[in-house]
């Protein structure tokens, strides 16, 4: 069963969705406000924390796209996005915005609830009893404090995105497979979604200026997946 205190905020306009989303993660043990308009869903965030955002892009009177601007202007909550888009780049500009995952109607509620799950559990889970700093070249990686740095300058990644970056880069030239990645850093196996790691792949190296044809950090092993290569910093 689910933590008590876990507060979810749905934001979905079609009402048999909302009711059924609604149920399933109430079954589960979550307290669940859902609203059915994306000015309701900015009104709702702004009055009471939320651990985790389920949105639909498709809303009424303020988009979901600008929903979750306005939530990642003021907090790093994780986000699942929901929508009838199922194309490649519309799933890329859907995580590029900040969420942390992205499901396509129609979708199994079964499968959202895993979801929640997994990020809620990566979410508040203590931090890995490793090196609090990773450094490589140019590259500065608080992995205590959350933060990344490039050339001195803060990179500002999403959740899905550090936890990517930290997970390649504590093991260079280990050699991770999309499945690998998909379940360290989106909690959770079901087949068919490695490409949602292509597409936080293709963020992070946008974020960092790493071009895929001639890669300073994240290398594509083709048929296979990824891997970090760089040496460390000198002071490492």
Known sequence: MANPSRRILLVEDEKSIRDVVTAYLEREG?????????????NAFEKSHYDLVVLDLM??????????????????????????KGEEEDRIAGLGLGADDYLVKPFSPRELVARVRALLRRAHAGEEPQRDRLAYGGLDIDTAGHKVFLDGNEID??????????????????????????????GYDFEGYERTIDSHVKNLR???????????????????????????????
């Open 206 to 236: 946008a974020k960092l200026d790493d071009d895929p044809r001639d890669p300073t950090f994240i290398r594509t092993v083709h048929g296979v997946g990824y891997r970090f290569e760089h040496e460390p910093a000198e002071d490492e």
């Open 30 to 42: 979550y307290w669940v406000t859902a609203v059915a308009d994306g000015e309701a869903a900015i």
């Open 59 to 84: 809303l009424p009177k303020v988009s979901g796209e600008d929903v979750c601007r306005d939530i990642r202007d003021t907090s790093d909550v994780p986000i699942i996005m929901l929508t009838a």
């Open 157 to 186: 990644l999403t959740a899905s995105e550090f936890k990517l970056l930290v997970t390649l880069a504590r093991y260079p030239g280990r050699v991770y497979t999309r499945m690998e990645l998909v379940e360290k850093v989106l």
